[in-house]
Structures are given as C-alpha cells and as structure tokens.
T-cell receptor
Framework: AQRVTQPEKLLSVFKGAPVELKCNYS??????LFWYVQYSRQRLQLLLR??SRESIKGFTADLNKGETSFHLKKPFAQEEDSAMYYC?????????FGPGTRLSVLP | DAGVTQSPTHLIKTRGQQVTLRCSPI?????VSWYQQVLGQGPQFIFQ???????GRGNFPDRFSARQFPNYSSELNVNALLLGDSALYLC?????????????FGPGTRLTVT
C-alpha cells in the first residue's frame, strides 16, 4: 500500500538544539512530497514542498529516494516552532497525510 | 480575502441523522477537497472536486457524498451518522489539481455524533 509514516508522535527538544522530524513513504514512482504544519489555534498550512527546494523558517527537507525518506530538519529550534507537523504525499487526486509529529521546543 | 471558510464551526448530531457541511474556497480557486481528521490522526482524504466534477474519492462509504456549485463552493453530506463519524472535517481549496498546487485549508467543522 502506498502510504506515509511518521514514527514519532511526540518530539521534544531544547531551544537552540537541532531538530529532525522523520517521514518515510511507500510509493512506486517519483514522489512529490510536502510538509504541512499546524500551530496552536491555527489552520493547517503548507510549510514546504520538495520540488521547490526552499528553506522556510529555517526548515529544509531532502528527498532520499534510496531510503524513501523526506525528513524535515532545522539546525537550531525555536520555541515558536512548537506545532504539529504532517508529511504528505499526493497520489493522483488523493492526498495522503502521515499521522503527524508534535514538536515541542522547550525553553 | 478571508481564506477558506467553513460552516458551521461545530455541531452535535444524533446517530442516524444526516448532516451537511459547507465550504467556500479562496476566490479564484476551482478545486475543493474534503478531509476527515479523527483526534490523534492525520487528515484522511474524502473527496476532491474540480470544476464541479468529482475528481477523486477516498476510502469512505457511500453515506458520504459531496457536490460543488457553480461558484466553486462545496457541500459535504453524511447520511445515517455513526458515532465513528465524530471528527474534524477539513476543507481545502487549490487553484487546480492537488498534486501540482498548494492546498489552503479552512478552520474545519467539528462534528460530534452522540
């Protein structure tokens, strides 16, 4: 089955520490992957997509086809990064989201 | 632009009843998608509509139906409600198909079935 997994439900790091949110996918083709974020009391919004190769709010994500991963990284976490993060994979007209990882950045 | 809007914000229904949820996309967006998000899980795709036609359907029973109007707004209908239908229902709009374009999400409608 084609799917997206995020092995960590909760990830806690201290402010200034590096952070890596893991995402693995199962897809037989060239995927286009996204990271969506939901801050407290806000709606779900796009953080970044691999095709654009941008760095948004200091976050980057590299597609590793060999490991079928699209991990989200930031070298120095900030308290305002605390949020729910979802990895997502469009499949035709469908859009498959992972279960999400809650990032908590501690002061 | 207020972004994607959804109504109502929340509602409570009884098992067996029917419910209609509404979504207005961002001006200029022609595609609307619906998702169900159960507590503790990621959003699950229900439907996508583009130019008033159904373009995609997730793994949901026929009790779930939707439509898109000429102004691109959309309704999601759920018949014969079950307790398991309790969830946050999200609507997202995009310029066109999902794969190529960013989706913009609404705040959601919280449905509680008792």
């Amino acid at each position: 089955a084609q799917r997206v997994t995020q092995p960590e439900k909760l990830l806690s790091v201290f402010k200034g520490a590096p952070v890596e949110l893991k995402c693995n996918y199962s897809y037989s083709g060239s995927p286009e992957l996204f990271w969506y974020v939901q801050y407290s009391r806000q709606r779900l919004q796009l953080l970044l997509r691999h095709i654009s190769r941008e760095s948004i709010k200091g976050f980057t994500a590299d597609l590793n086809k060999g490991e079928t991963s699209f991990h989200l990284k930031k070298p120095f976490a900030q308290e305002e990064d605390s949020a729910m993060y979802y990895c997502a994979l469009p499949l035709g007209q469908n859009f498959v989201f992972g279960p999400g990882t809650r990032l908590s950045v501690l002061p | 632009d207020a972004g994607v809007t959804q109504s109502p914000t929340h509602l409570i229904k009884t098992r067996g009843q029917q419910v209609t949820l509404r979504c207005s996309p961002i001006s200029g967006h022609k595609s609307v998608s619906w998702y169900q998000q159960v507590l503790g899980q990621g959003p699950q795709f229900i439907f996508q509509y583009y130019e008033k036609e159904e373009r995609g359907r997730g793994n949901f029973p026929d009790r779930f139906s939707a439509r898109q109007f000429p102004n691109y707004s959309s309704e999601l209908n759920v018949n014969a409600l079950l307790l398991g239908d309790s969830a946050l229902y999200l609507c997202a709009s995009s310029l066109a198909g999902q794969g190529a374009y960013e989706q913009y999400f609404g705040p959601g409608t919280r449905l509680t079935v008792t």
